[in-house]
Each structure stands twice: as structure tokens, then as C-alpha cells.
């Protein structure tokens, strides 16, 4: 191993495996397994091989997995049947098997728990005929898709996320993480580019921001206080990758503030890249203006380890290489942020966390990992 080369895998092995906690939840390590849909449970119960595959990432020094989307128990939002559910007898003993296995690895695990919105098509997933549910009947595009919500609709969906996190704590899952971004329901709302609403959830970002605030506070009020509650959200969407929630520190602030207050321990930050400064005048990226504003532990994420960004499911076909990390590990120095999620680098290499302190060789990416869980 060449002198660099040494270096990287020394500092990587002191700034990774820094212990941290969330809430009181205690973590080996700063590396978290990104949330990466796989589509491989059907009728929406995961099965002995999901919760295998979760279990090499823990044995291989993930310090905390953050699973899959999973959908909460509202029939607007069950697009696939091979997506899991976190609702329903047979779908939460599944799950409780997934924790078990990666608490035997030596791991911590928190489920994303997850509503589509407007990404689901009409006629589609287990019950075709469920509404397409969104703030204002509008898809990402801008165009008409499905209905706007009525407040029952709201009270319904929020409800359907507190029970889904109850479960996770009943089942003896560490944490959740609520999916609030990406384009999907709860970012639909977030978004002025489909939130068009004129009553209280609707108009200007506080006002956008109160329906996520809701999802936070019902979640927090139906697990312990010491159950911790993540928060993932992204200024892209898919199939929009320049828009913004917000475009200056202060507009995050009063987007990350509510959320806060509601209840959130923990933000995960996510972008495409995770070296890009966020705003001008800033090295800080999108993870490290969260921390600075909320004071609230951060995850950040995006391409590391790849020289190539995610492009949505339609642009996986390419095979990024592997690239160094040094830029991250800059930035952890920095504590710019508190952990870093991986995604694709660890589809590919279950081991990814200990090569890297090691310095030994990651393996590559490519599409063709997709199609088994290994």
C-alpha cells in the first residue's frame, strides 16, 4: 500500500469509527446504510433474504442501516407489490425478523417509513383503485394527476405514519426515519411546485411545512421519548433535480425550525453529491447548513465513494467507478457533519466500511448488483 494510500485508510479508520449517538441511541460508528429501494418483497413482506442482506451491511460495520422505503399503512400509497410494508400482520413479522438478524450482526436499524404521493400512477400497486393522493392534485411535472387531499385525507395519511412508527418500536427497531424527500407526498407538500394550496397547508414555506410538522408530532407522540425520530429531506426531486425548497439559509431555517420543534432527532440531509457547497458564499453543503441551523445531529450522503451521482432508477444503467474519499473525510475532520450515509457502494461491497479503514480495494458498482439481494 502506497504512503497516500495508508494515510486516506488511517484517517478514515479514526474519523468512521468515532461513536456517536441520536437521542440516546448509541452508534458504533459514523456510517449509515442509505435507504435503496429493491423491490424484493412480495406482497409486501420481507423476506428471510431481505433481512440477510441487511445483516452482511451490519457485519460488515455499518454502524446504522437505514432500511428501504417502506410503505406506511394507507392504501393511497402501495405502488408496488414487491415494495414493503410497515403495516399488516404478516408484513411487521418480516420486519421483526430483519431487526432481529441485523441486532445479531452487531448493528442498529431504523425503518423509512414511506407515502408516494403523486409518483404513483393510477390503476397501479395491490389496490388499483386508491386514490392518487397529493397536496394539490398535481404530479412533479406540474401536470394533473389524482386529487388534492381533504383535511380526512390528511388526518388519515398522518395517522397511518404514527401507527407504522409504534410498530417499529413495538418490534424493536431502534429509531425511524420519516421520508420527506425526493418528491414523494410529504416533499409534495414542501414544494411550492406542487403544493398550490390556499388553507392552512398551503402558500407561503411555514405554511408549507405544517403537514410534515404534523407527520413529526404524531410520530413523536406515538413512540417513548427516547425512540429516535429522523427526518430525511432533499431540495431535488426525481425527474427535477434543480428545484429548491429553499433558496438562502434563512428559508432553510424556516423549513428545518417546525420540524425541529415537532420533534425531529435527526436530520439526513440528502443530495446528489455530497461536496457541493449549498448556497453562495459557503463551502457548507446541504447536511452541514442543517447543522449549523438546527443544532441537531446530521446525516449526510451522495456518491460516496463514486464518480458518478444517482439519476433516478432510469439512469442506473451506467457503472460509476470507484473514487476516493478524501473530500469526505475533509469535511468529517471539519465536523461539517456528524455521519455519512453510502448507498450504491454498499450494494455493491457489504464490507465497504471496513476495506476503507483497512484501505483495501472497494468493489465496483454496476447495475447488474440490482438484480439480487447479495
Do not use: C
Not at 403523486?118 to 406540474?142: E, H, I, N, Q
Amino acid at each position: 500500500m502506497n504512503d497516500s494510500r495508508t494515510a486516506t485508510a488511517e484517517r478514515a479508520a479514526q474519523l468512521l469509527a468515532r461513536p456517536y449517538a441520536i437521542n440516546g441511541l448509541e452508534l458504533r460508528n459514523r456510517v449509515v446504510m442509505a435507504p435503496m429501494t429493491r423491490e424484493f418483497s412480495p406482497g409486501g413482506v420481507p423476506t428471510a433474504d431481505v433481512a440477510a442482506y441487511y445483516a452482511r451491511r451490519a457485519a460488515g460495520g455499518v454502524g446504522l442501516i437505514v432500511t428501504e422505503g417502506t410503505y406506511v399503512g394507507h392504501e393511497s400509497t402501495w405502488a408496488s407489490d414487491n415494495v414493503p410494508r410497515f403495516h399488516g400482520e404478516e408484513q411487521l413479522a418480516g420486519w421483526q425478523r430483519v431487526a432481529e438478524a441485523v441486532h445479531d450482526a452487531g448493528g442498529t436499524i431504523v425503518p423509512q417509513l414511506w407515502h408516494v404521493g403523486a409518483t404513483r400512477d393510477p390503476g397501479t400497486g395491490p389496490v388499483p383503485d386508491a386514490d392518487v393522493l397529493s397536496p394539490s392534485g398535481l404530479g412533479v411535472d406540474g401536470s394533473p394527476k389524482g386529487r388534492a387531499m381533504t383535511q380526512d385525507d390528511i388526518d388519515a395519511v398522518v395517522a397511518a405514519f404514527a401507527e407504522s412508527a409504534a410498530a417499529a418500536e413495538r418490534l424493536g427497531f431502534d429509531g425511524v426515519e420519516i421520508h420527506g424527500a425526493h418528491g414523494y407526498l410529504i416533499d409534495e407538500f414542501l414544494w411550492e411546485g406542487t403544493n398550490r394550496r390556499t388553507d392552512a397547508y398551503g402558500g407561503d414555506l411555514a405554511s408549507r411545512t405544517r403537514f410534515a410538522a404534523e407527520v413529526v408530532a404524531a410520530v413523536r407522540a406515538a413512540v417513548s421519548p427516547q425512540f429516535p425520530v429522523n427526518f430525511r429531506f432533499s431540495q431535488w426531486k426525481g425527474g427535477a433535480y434543480d428545484a429548491r425548497l429553499a433558496q438562502t439559509p434563512g428559508e432553510l431555517e424556516q423549513l428545518l425550525a417546525p420540524l425541529a420543534e415537532a420533534g425531529v432527532d435527526a436530520f439526513h440531509a440528502s443530495t446528489r453529491r455530497y461536496w457541493l457547497p449549498e448556497f453562495d458564499g459557503s463551502d457548507l453543503n446541504l447536511a452541514g447548513w442543517t447543522k449549523q441551523l438546527t443544532g441537531r445531529p446530521v446525516i449526510s450522503v451522495g456518491s460516496v465513494g463514486l464518480d458518478k451521482e444517482f439519476m433516478g432508477p432510469e439512469g442506473m444503467a451506467f457503472q460509476p467507478g470507484t473514487t476516493g474519499i478524501e473530500k469526505l473525510l475533509d469535511r468529517m475532520e471539519n465536523d461539517e457533519f456528524d455521519m455519512i450515509a453510502v448507498g450504491r457502494s454498499l450494494i455493491a461491497d457489504p464490507d465497504w466500511p471496513a476495506r476503507i479503514a483497512k484501505g483495501e480495494q472497494t468493489n465496483p458498482f454496476s447495475a447488474q448488483l440490482l438484480g439480487a439481494l447479495d
